[in-house]
C-alpha cells in the first residue's frame, strides 16, 4: 500500500500542475481582444543607365499604376520604391542623349523588378551641304527641295529665298537617304524647271 500511496501522490500533483500551467497560459491569451491587420506590401523597379557619362543625371518617370520621377546617381543607376503590384512604365531623358530602349514595361507581381536597364547615345547633329552653279539666266535666288524617293515628289525645305549658291538641310537624321533638286527664281517669282537631281545618304 505504500508504494501504491506514493504512486498515486506522484501522479496527481503532476495532472494538476499540468492543468495549472495549461490553464494559465490559455487565460492569458483570452484576456483582451485579438485584432487582425492587413499589411500591404510594397517593392521596388530597379535598373542602370550606361554608360554611366550618359546615366549620371537622368530623368526616369513613372507611370502606370502609380506615377513620380526619379533621377539616376552618378552611376547610372536608378530605383522606384514603394511600389504595389500592377504594370510599369518607365522612360529616361538626359538632354544631349537618346535612349534604347525609349521606354520599358515591366508587370510586378509579388516581387521587385531589377535589371530594368537603359544604354544612352550621344545625340549627333547631322547635315546636308548642298551647292549649285549660277544660274546662265538674271534670276532672284533659288527653291531647293527635297525627296525621299529618287523622282520625286519633293518638297521645298527653304523657309526663305535662298541668293547664294549653297544651302544646308539641317533636318535629316542618321540611315536615310535624301534626293534633292535646285530651281532658280526671277524677279516675278516664275521658278525654272528642277535642276539635276543629287542624292545624299546620311550616314
Same mark, same amino acid.
Not at 3 to 27: D, E, N
Not at 168 to 190: E, K, M, Q, W
Given at each position: 500500500?505504500?508504494?501504491? =500511496?506514493?504512486?498515486?501522490?506522484?501522479?496527481?500533483? *503532476?495532472?494538476?500542475?499540468?492543468?495549472?500551467?495549461?490553464?494559465?497560459?490559455? @487565460?492569458?491569451c483570452a484576456g483582451g481582444s485579438v485584432s487582425q491587420q492587413s499589411v500591404t506590401r510594397t517593392y521596388t523597379i530597379s535598373g542602370t543607365i550606361s554608360p554611366a557619362s550618359g546615366g549620371s543625371g537622368s *530623368?526616369? @518617370?513613372? =507611370?502606370?499604376?502609380?506615377?513620380?520621377?526619379?533621377?539616376?546617381? @552618378?552611376?547610372?543607376?536608378?530605383?522606384?520604391?514603394?511600389?504595389?503590384?500592377?504594370?510599369y512604365a518607365i522612360s529616361p531623358t538626359h538632354t544631349g542623349y537618346n535612349f534604347n530602349p525609349s521606354i520599358q514595361t515591366v508587370t510586378i507581381n509579388g516581387g521587385s523588378v531589377g535589371s530594368v536597364d537603359f544604354s544612352a547615345t550621344p545625340q549627333t547633329s547631322?547635315?546636308?551641304a548642298l551647292s549649285w552653279f549660277a544660274s546662265t539666266s538674271v534670276v532672284s535666288g533659288?527653291?531647293?527641295?527635297?525627296?525621299s524617293v529618287s523622282g520625286g515628289p519633293y518638297t521645298k525645305i527653304n523657309p526663305s529665298l535662298v541668293t547664294g549658291l549653297s544651302y *544646308?538641310?539641317?533636318?535629316?537624321? =542618321?540611315?536615310?537617304?535624301?534626293?534633292?533638286?535646285?530651281? @532658280?527664281?526671277?524677279?516675278?517669282?516664275?521658278e525654272s524647271i528642277p535642276s539635276n537631281q543629287v542624292t545624299a545618304q546620311v550616314p
Open positions: 500500500m505504500a508504494q501504491s =500511496s506514493a504512486t498515486g501522490i506522484f501522479r496527481i500533483p *503532476t495532472r494538476a500542475l499540468a492543468a495549472g500551467v495549461l490553464f494559465c497560459f490559455l @487565460s492569458g *530623368t526616369l @518617370s513613372l =507611370s502606370g499604376s502609380a506615377a513620380g520621377s526619379t533621377t539616376a546617381d @552618378s552611376a547610372g543607376n536608378y530605383s522606384f520604391t514603394g511600389l504595389a503590384n500592377g504594370t547631322k547635315s546636308v533659288y527653291n531647293v527641295y527635297r525627296g *544646308t538641310d539641317t533636318a535629316v537624321t =542618321s540611315g536615310n537617304i535624301y534626293f534633292y533638286v535646285c530651281r @532658280s527664281v526671277d524677279s516675278t517669282g516664275l
